[in-house]
T-cell receptor
Framework: QKEVEQDPGPLSVPEGAIVSLNCTYS??????FMWYRQYSRKGPELLMY????GNKEDGRFTAQVDKSSKYISLFIRDSQPSDSATYLC???????????FGDGTTLTVKP | EAGVAQSPRYKIIEKRQSVAFWCNPI?????LYWYQQILGQGPKLLIQ????????DSQLPKDRFSAERLKGVDSTLKIQPAKLEDSAVYLC????????????FGPGTRLTVL
């Protein structure tokens, strides 16, 4: 079993929809949680970075961490075609430690 | 601010051949990472440098892969000899003192082994 499991998708939604992307993990030592966006043939780009449990909001993006359930989510409000990409969750036990990535969820937002 | 630079962007080789990838991190970033991303999977850390010292190379197949970071700036990753299963995108990333909130990725080198 993988340390980090991510909903595989693919996910297709109409423009303006609310999108929910999710990951579960098994390692209780994970304290730092990241979401990356990866466009086709590009490197991942850090979207959200959170420490421990709770919510963090940045514009249309909200990251949620529930350490008791070992479950993290990324919500995208008012989704746009430019949000079409693969979203990767990643986690690490220490800020400077090794990150473990999920396998990504591919999202398509249709105009 | 210039991003992480990688070259070449694409490489096609035959199995058992050698190949090398180059990375130039963001200026001032002491930490440099090499990741392997196989199609349909997330990136897997191969090696992490802090300045020119190795912090973590536990997932680097040392019988065929090697990496160096001379002078604590640029880095090269080499595969010798390549196998079919090495076909992947090789991503270089850098960060300020290992902090994930300052980690930036390069565009990657797409390697195809025939």
């Amino acid at each position: 079993q993988k340390e980090v499991e991510q909903d595989p998708g693919p996910l297709s939604v109409p423009e303006g929809a609310i999108v929910s992307l999710n990951c579960t993990y098994s390692n209780s030592a994970f304290q730092y949680f990241m979401w990356y966006r990866q466009y086709s043939r590009k490197g991942p780009e850090l979207l959200m970075y959170t420490y421990s449990s709770g919510n963090k909001e940045d514009g249309r993006f909200t990251a949620q961490v529930d350490k008791s359930s070992k479950y993290i989510s990324l919500f995208i409000r008012d989704s746009q075609p430019s949000d079409s990409a693969t979203y990767l969750c990643a986690m690490s036990a220490a800020n400077a430690g090794k990150s473990t990535f999920g396998d990504g969820t591919t999202l398509t937002v249709k105009p | 601010e210039a991003g992480v630079a990688q070259s070449p962007r694409y490489k096609i080789i035959e199995k058992r051949q050698s190949v090398a990838f180059w990375c130039n991190p963001i200026s001032g970033h002491a930490t440099l990472y090499w990741y392997q991303q196989i199609l349909g999977q997330g990136p897997k850390l191969l090696i992490q440098f802090q300045n020119n010292g190795v912090v973590d190379d536990s997932q680097l197949p040392k019988d065929r892969f090697s990496a160096e970071r001379l002078k604590g700036v640029d880095s090269t990753l080499k595969i010798q000899p390549a196998k079919l299963e090495d076909s992947a995108v090789y991503l270089c990333a850098s960060s300020f003192e290992g902090r994930k909130d300052t980690q930036y990725f390069g565009p990657g080198t797409r390697l195809t082994v025939l």
